[in-house]
Every structure is written in structure tokens, then in C-alpha cells.
């Protein structure tokens, strides 16, 4: 809880706009995050991640929050 008052003082984050990202940012759940390497067990990275197409990674991202939300958390819908 200390946390997420923090984040809101000025100067407590390095670049003001990460919170607008944050998780219930918009009533959602946040998007899966992937790192290397790109397969891992059974895991494999989404390719779209690799496109370098912005505007189709956020497309994807704002998809995988809504999906995320309706399973886990369809009350905050």
C-alpha cells in the first residue's frame, strides 16, 4: 500500500508517465510480460512482441488486458 501512495508524490517516479501504465490503470489488469529468452519450457514469447510495430504491440497489450480482466476480474469491467 505504501507503494501506490508513493508512486503518486512528484519526483517518486523517474519518468512521471509510468503510472499512467500501471496495473488498474483504466480499470484493467496488466498485459503479460515476456523477457529472453525467446522459448522457454513450454513458454514461447508472442512473435508480434518481436515486430517492432508499436501500434500492434499496444493493440496486443490493451487485447491481453482486456482478456486478463474478464477471467480474473470481470467485476472491475
Do not use: C
Amino acid at each position: 500500500m505504501t507503494d501506490s501512495i508513493v508512486r503518486l508524490l512528484p519526483g517518486a517516479l523517474g519518468d512521471e508517465t509510468s503510472a499512467l501504465t500501471d496495473s488498474f490503470q483504466d480499470n484493467l489488469l496488466s498485459y503479460p510480460v515476456y523477457t529472453r529468452p525467446k522459448e522457454y519450457k513450454s513458454w514461447v514469447v508472442p512473435e508480434i512482441l518481436f515486430s517492432g510495430d508499436q501500434k500492434k504491440i499496444e493493440k496486443w497489450r490493451m487485447e491481453k488486458s482486456l482478456e486478463l480482466t474478464k477471467k480474473k476480474r470481470p467485476d472491475l469491467l
